[in-house]
């Protein structure tokens, strides 16, 4: 498939759409009239640049290329993705579609961004029906997984499937609806809780900053990485889901909300909110919060990713499948020329590994060379189903060498050199660059461990063989630079 995405309308969505492809190795032609179309999307994606690649623990690919274009046969011409994010009206929707037909190839997807049309009502007398398909993401689009995948009988199973393998393929998550209705699912969710919100601002209950803080500081968090349903379900105890229902399931008869019953939005409530808005967030400006929501998110994402937990857990499969096409190999028989320094790391610095000055603090350079350790070990057998068993590798002694700064941003990579690798022993040097500068070295020398009895011990027999095999190739080396360097001495 020829990585090549066209979007059709840049605005917010359409330039989050353009900033995910791009930043995922697509090429990406943006179909806008509006004249400022291109610096606004310019600005998008220099918010993504700064976030989207620390999100994970893997480089992204090398970026597509971006072009902009006035007539949109051109801007859609080649493309295998066509991205609808022009405003909700059916009739300039239909529009669109009709123009696509005579411009985009039978095997190519067409998704639209409406959250609230559904998908027959967009493939209503048009010619490429079976290929328009509802593809509802969240703001902002380069860092939100999810992507509501509505579909209807008059879509072919192929063009389900590419949307399916497409979506995946830029980190996010097609959550598939097989049967469709309006706003899909997540708006609808939402639309339930904006109307108590208003009736909680008009009845003089709570400022939009407290019912903003009701979420942030509680079942917000609660929500990102558990739902509702699992969330219930954990707060029912240990009689889990029934106990809850049981428990509080009589609520759902008491007037506790108005979800049905909206309050007028006249001039005064109008007013009132958007006042109490300003007074929340006005002393930021768009901008300035987009930096800070993208930062926050990062921050959650990666935690959850920790814990290979929800949207985190999703991020890692996307950089298992990154390391595999970075050259980072599973195991070192997939490693075509031992005689050389193993790359096991290939990653982007991210905003949180930043320190007062600027640069990388010294922990996230432990933690780089950490991670590389973790990957060799893997790389010769010792992986989380062989530690599981009962044997690990403990580092004994670690000298860092701090050469030059690293900053926010940085694609950064880790050769690992084998020193010596016999016995319980395994001595590691690592060289950490950008591009072909050297940034830093971390020597690690490490003893094989019975975890049982936390006690040095023999590896079993294939990890050791796989490491003498990497020993004895890099054995016909050089030295590098450094090893052995005490703290002090002159350089």
């Known amino acids: 498939m020829m990585k090549r995405a066209a979007i059709i309308g840049g605005g917010v969505i359409g330039g989050g759409w353009a900033a995910r492809f791009l930043l995922n190795g697509w090429d990406v032609r943006v179909f806008d009239p509006d004249p400022e179309a291109e610096r606004k999307i310019g600005e998008v994606l220099a918010n993504a640049r700064r976030s989207l690649p620390g999100l994970g623990n ?27 994010s022009v405003p909700e009206r059916l009739d300039i929707k239909h529009k669109v579609y009709g123009q696509l037909a005579g411009c985009v190839g039978a095997e190519a997807v067409i998704g639209s961004s409406t959250s609230g049309y559904k998908p027959s009502e967009l493939q209503e007398g048009m010619s490429l029906a079976a290929q328009i398909v509802v593809t509802h993401p969240f703001n902002p689009v380069y860092l939100l997984p999810l992507v509501e995948l509505v579909t209807t009988e008059a879509n072919a199973t192929g063009i389900i499937a590419t949307a399916k393998e497409v979506i995946s393929g830029i980190g996010m998550y097609p959550l598939h609806l097989k049967k469709e209705i309006d706003a899909h699912i997540a708006d609808r969710f939402l639309e339930a809780v904006w109307r108590e919100a208003l009736w909680l601002v008009k009845d003089g209950i709570a400022t939009t900053e407290e019912i903003d803080n009701a979420i942030r500081y509680g079942f917000g968090i609660r929500w990102a990485q558990m739902g509702l349903f699992e969330t219930y379900r954990v707060a029912g105890g240990e009689a889990g889901m029934r106990h809850f229902i049981a428990q509080f399931g009589p609520c759902l008869s008491w007037p506790w909300t108005k979800l049905m019953d909206v309050p007028e939005l006249t001039d005064e409530l109008i007013d009132a909110i958007a006042d109490q808005s300003d007074a929340q967030s006005g002393m930021h ?7 800070i929501r993208d930062d926050n998110l990062v921050g959650m994402m990666r935690a959850l990713g920790a814990n290979d937990w929800g949207a985190g857990a999703l991020q890692n499969a996307h950089d298992k499948s990154l390391r595999a096409g970075a050259g980072i190999a599973a195991h070192i028989d997939e490693i075509a ?3 050389q320094p193993v790359l096991t790391l290939h990653r982007v610095v991210p905003l949180d590994w930043l320190d007062y000055n600027g640069h990388m603090t010294e922990s996230r350079y432990l933690q ?18 062989y530690i599981a068993s009962g044997g690990s590798y403990f580092t004994a002694e670690t000298h860092i060498r701090h050469i030059d700064e690293v900053h926010a941003g940085a694609k950064i990579t880790v050769h690992t050199q084998v020193v010596l690798g016999e016995g319980k022993k395994m001595h590691l040097f690592h060289s950490m660059r950008e591009g072909e500068r050297l940034l830093a070295t971390g020597e690690h020398m490490l003893l094989h461990v019975d975890l049982a009895t936390r006690r040095a011990a023999p590896p079993a027999a294939h990890v050791e063989a796989a490491l003498v095999k990497v020993a004895t190739a890099h054995a016909a080396l050089a030295a590098p630079e450094g090893l052995g360097r005490a703290i002090g001495d002159p350089r």
């Open 58 to 84: 893997m480089a992204l690919p090398e970026e597509g290329r971006l072009s902009f274009h006035t007539d949109l046969a051109e801007a859609c011409d080649g493309a295998a993705w066509v991205q609808e």
């Open 368 to 385: 780089a060379f950490a991670d590389s350790t973790d990957r060799f070990m893997a790389q010769i057998g010792c992986d989380a189903a």
């Open 285 to 291: 400006s768009i901008r300035e919060l987009e930096r």
């Open 337 to 339: 020329d031992l005689s």
